[in-house]
């Protein structure tokens, strides 16, 4: 599959990535190149294979309902680059 | 044309555990902001969230409660969207395998019955809540986010688009809320949001099979709001269509004050969440097993409690509908029954006093200051006699204040009925003689004319002659 122009757009906004116009041809071949390659997987036979939900060999992985003691509100807040009043503060909110 | 409303529920259950879904903060309401959080609620890199064992049995009781199939494997996804009420930027959610799917449940709209199919349920975690600078998130130049409600384990119910009106919507919702509270899975406190909807709504001619295009209003947190909602949606898409327009896909918010719906989106970009099997988390796998002795576990649910109210009650099947449409109320409805107070009675006084008292203070029944026994107590007291049920109002606004017992006050009271024939039948003798007009009426013929004499020997006795012999005696004298 051919990675177009749109494509790559909509991949970058879903990733909240900005590419410069003159790297866009770049960054469609190079994600082209990427889908070629994983495509090799279809050339193995998985009729019946059921599908992989989950790769290790793990399953019921449960904890009890019990509380633990959470962080202090100043630990918490620590790294935000903003804050105000014990709250995380964020820039406006815009809707897509 | 005629059109037809096609409405779907997305219900979202806080579910009633300790704490979060993935790791041990708790989940108590109302905590000072950013205090219920660790670096797993909060997203931080390198956690690794761990699977609260409760809400796998919570999911699973809801979806045998709700006749749903269990799936035996089932996992956890990613949903992924940028939103800052959620700090890992996706929403541990379920995808193509929830816990259960395909159930359904029964509802009741003016004696008519009706079953709503459920798509799913699925276990996912709440995200956190914004507090906007502004009076809206639109005039806002920044936000404030408390993370304690982020993990806090939620059940999604989808329902089928089988509903067809604001009632019918009403009437599951109320079924569901009443299932969850009977398995006791979630407190379904609405006021507190851990109960809310998400409406879907679409029109299309009466008699058409294929659906309309819908919009969604979400958020409902209360039964008022959910009808008010859907019958504004379905008023204005009727009008929209009537003037040769075509609704628009989209989020609509229901304002309840001014009860409209407004746009919230002007253009509907459709969503693309880029679903992804959950990497941190292992499937759970459920064996058959286990999942029968959920099914053992669950409690009398609403319908076979209603209609055990009706037969071995002998309650109409309103009064059962209304006293099991909450797991609280039927359990103090058998309390009362259970003094060997008559159901009948206990229904009466719990739907009407009791449940104008609890009202007008907005205290539940948990909290009612008339305990069940003390309320079947008074109903025995009316059962022997000793009180009537009009001075039984009297006795019953009383305890209300006072803790005493029923038979304590009808005494510090002097509220014992009148049985004795000698003191009625000299009230009735007095009543005789002071309404000549009265008694000229009753014996010219027009029996009606008794009742004003009873109601003043009642008035004479305040209250307490025993209403059976003033009749009889009344009729006797004049006979």
Redesign the interface.
């Known amino acids: 599959m051919k990675v177009s122009k749109e494509i790559l757009a909509n991949v970058a906004g879903l990733s909240r990535l900005a590419i410069a116009e003159e790297e866009t041809t770049r960054y469609q071949e190079d994600l082209t190149k990427f889908l070629a390659y994983v495509e090799t997987l279809n050339e193995v036979a998985t009729e019946n294979t059921p599908p992989t939900t989950y790769a290790l060999p793990m399953e019921n992985v449960f904890r009890e309902d019990d509380v633990r003691p959470s962080l202090d509100r100043e630990a918490a807040l620590l790294n935000a680059p903003l804050k105000e009043d014990g709250y995380f503060k964020v820039p406006k909110v815009l809707e897509d | 044309m005629k059109y037809e409303a096609v409405i779907g529920l997305e219900i979202h259950c806080e579910l009633k555990?300790?704490?979060k879904i993935f790791?041990?903060?708790?989940t108590e309401f109302g905590a000072?902001?950013?205090?219920?959080?660790?670096?797993v609620c909060?997203g931080m890199p390198g956690v690794l969230p761990?699977?609260?064992?409760?809400v796998?049995e919570f999911g699973i009781k809801a979806g045998l409660a709700t006749n749903c199939a269990i799936n035996q494997y089932s996992?956890f996804d990613r949903k992924?969207y940028?939103?800052?009420d959620l700090p890992k930027n996706w929403q541990t959610s379920q995808y193509d395998?929830p816990i259960a799917e395909h159930g359904w449940v029964d509802i009741e709209v003016e004696g008519e019955k009706k079953r709503i199919r459920l798509t799913r349920i699925h276990m996912e975690e709440d995200a956190g809540k914004?507090?906007h600078s502004g009076t809206t998130?639109k005039d806002?130049?920044?936000?404030?986010?408390?993370?304690n409600r982020t993990g806090v384990p939620l059940l999604e119910i989808v329902s089928e688009p089988d509903m067809r009106s604001a009632a019918e919507a009403r009437a599951y919702m109320e079924k569901i809320k009443a299932i969850m509270e009977y398995i006791d899975v979630s407190s379904c406190r609405m006021e507190e949001g851990n109960l809310r909807a998400d409406i879907n709504v679409s029109l299309r001619p009466v008699g058409s099979e294929e659906l309309g295009t819908r919009t969604e209003m979400k958020n409902i947190n209360s039964f008022k709001s959910l009808e008010e909602a859907i019958n504004y949606e379905i008023e204005r898409q009727t009008e929209v269509l009537e003037d040769g327009g075509h609704i628009i896909q989209e989020t609509r918010t229901f304002d309840p004050v001014r009860g409209v719906t407004l746009s919230m989106?002007s253009k509907e970009?459709a969503h693309?969440y880029?679903y992804m099997?959950e990497?941190d988390?292992?499937?759970?796998?459920t064996a058959p097993e286990t999942i029968e002795k959920y099914r053992r576990e669950l409690p009398e649910l609403p319908d076979a409690r209603r209609e055990r109210l009706e037969k071995e009650c002998g309650l109409s099947a309103y009064d059962a509908g209304v006293i099991t449409a909450s797991r609280a109320m039927a359990e103090y409805f058998d309390k009362v029954t259970a003094t060997g107070a008559e159901a009948k009675l206990a229904a009466n006084w719990i739907m009407s006093d009791l449940a104008k008292n609890l009202n007008a203070e907005g205290i539940t029944i948990e909290k009612s200051p008339v305990g069940a026994e003390r309320l079947g107590q008074m109903i025995l007291l009316i059962m022997k006699n000793t009180i009537s049920g009009k001075i039984a109002k009297t006795v019953f606004q009383e305890m209300w204040t006072n803790p005493a017992s029923p038979e304590q006050i009808v005494n510090d009271k002097g509220l014992v009925q009148i049985t004795d024939t000698g003191a009625i039948e000299k009230i009735v003798d007095e009543v005789i003689a002071n309404n000549p007009k009265a008694v000229a009426d009753f014996q010219g013929g027009n029996k009606k004319a008794i009742g004003a004499l009873v109601g003043q020997v009642m008035k004479a006795s305040k209250g307490k002659a025993n209403p059976q012999m003033v009749n009889k005696l009344i009729a006797e004298k004049l006979g």
């Open positions: 555990t300790k704490t790791c041990g903060c708790a000072a902001q950013n205090t219920h959080v660790c670096p909060l761990t699977i609260n064992r409760r796998v996992k992924n940028y939103y800052p395998l914004l507090v998130i806002s130049t920044s936000s404030n986010v408390d993370y989106r970009n693309d880029r099997p990497p988390l292992p499937p759970i796998v």
